[in-house]
């Protein structure tokens, strides 16, 4: 039987919901459409909630923090939804003393910008922050046809740069696709990285090789891999029945999201956080945006960021961008901070919250003392002009 084939009373119905399901889940990282296979996998594993699986704490709501908001128009016309934390007017001055950077969170694909909810709570306040949806995402319009590529939304990064911090010091965080739009940012403007970039996070990424990748599923990946764009866009084209469906998935959804999204027994409101985000991006964009990852190779890119800090930061159960990415961009940079955390899947800041922070306030205390030496050292001094000249 076809992986993508369901038996008796499921029917056709139930094979277009697996497909939205697997495309859905999957979107949460590079490894698009191959969940299209997973029901086959996890039928007869317990439905959730998992027994000890950490209880939510939250003193604030997944997803419910706002910032200033502000439309940034990419090159191309595409309006894009951007936020922006403020410091408060008593933290400027000290903020400017101590060489805090503006902090730049790119997040990836099939997500939006409520992916970074516990980062940004950890820095609103003490860090002037800018996030942003990318083409496709959250509030940001899809943009023209054909724009839905790498180079693409590192043009857009420069061009949400551009229009909300054109001066000082950036840490720019990347998660999956948002790393890859750094990666795009350091090919298309190596000056503009040399001279404002002073810490780069990258954060479950890679820097190429994606068409390689089995996701976890090494006998199943290369069947996958073939039919994955051709089911992808039937589902584009069947749009209105596939977002009904999707809202249909239940505990099936759930499983899938956990498989590919974590590797430990996450909170049932992260799981629900999860799930409400990738089922927000149509299935048009994830059409739109699954050829890019495998033509996507920036490992050249990566000395542009040598000069700053970086931190190279991935999770050990990883199957969407596995740690040998990681590896592989550190062999690039072997300054950078290395990162592997254990117990990991894809969506690791949202799964070890305090084991990611850690790692970024390392990183920003790194980049401050980069801005603290720039700015200590003299000017150029600049020749006297010969008399009579």
Not at 21 to 34: D, I, N, R
Request: net charge negative; glycine share 12%.
């Amino acid at each position: 039987m076809s992986p993508l084939s369901l038996p008796g009373a499921a029917g056709a119905a139930g094979g277009l919901r697996l497909l939205a399901l697997g495309a859905g889940l999957a979107a949460a990282g590079a490894g698009a459409a191959l969940g299209l296979g997973a029901e086959r996998l996890v039928v007869g594993r317990p439905l959730l909630p998992l027994p000890g699986a950490r209880p939510p704490r939250r003193e604030v709501p997944l997803g419910s923090l706002t910032g200033r908001p502000l439309v940034v128009r990419a090159g191309d016309g595409t309006e894009l939804h951007v936020e922006v934390d403020e410091l408060p007017e008593e933290e400027r001055a000290a903020a400017a003393a101590e060489h805090r950077p503006t902090v730049v969170l790119s997040h990836g694909y099939g997500l939006n910008l409520d992916f970074w909810h516990v980062q940004r709570l950890a820095l609103r306040g003490r860090y002037r922050l800018v996030l942003w949806d990318q083409r496709g995402h959250g509030r940001s319009e899809r943009g023209p046809r054909g724009s839905a590529t790498i180079d693409q939304v590192g043009e857009d990064l420069a061009d949400v740069l551009a229009a909300t911090c054109p001066e000082g010091p950036l840490v720019l965080l990347g998660h999956s696709m948002g790393g890859m739009a750094v990666m795009a940012l350091a090919a298309r403007s190596p000056e503009l990285v040399a001279e404002r970039v002073v810490g780069t996070a990258l954060i479950s990424t890679s820097a190429g090789g994606m068409s390689a990748n089995d996701y976890g599923f090494a006998a199943l990946a290369p069947a996958l891999r073939r039919v994955a764009p051709t089911a992808l866009g039937l589902l584009a084209r069947r749009s209105g029945l596939v977002e009904r469906t999707r809202t249909l998935g239940g505990d099936l959804e759930t499983l899938l999201v956990r498989h590919w999204s974590y590797a430990s027994d996450v909170p049932q409101d992260v799981v629900d956080f999860t799930a409400q985000m990738i089922a927000g991006t149509s299935v048009e964009v994830i059409d739109d945006f699954f050829p890019a990852f495998d033509r996507h190779d920036k490992a050249e890119a990566l000395s542009a960021l040598a000069g700053g800090e970086v931190l190279v930061l991935v999770g050990d159960h990883d199957l969407l961008t596995p740690p040998s990415h990681s590896d592989e961009i550190v062999r690039r940079l072997p300054g950078a901070e290395h990162v592997v955390v254990r117990d990991a899947g894809h969506l690791v800041p949202l799964e070890h919250p305090e084991v990611v922070q850690d790692a970024v306030e390392h990183l920003l205390a790194r980049a401050a003392r980069v801005v603290a030496h720039d700015r200590a050292q003299p000017a150029a001094l600049v020749p006297p002009a010969a008399e009579g000249a």
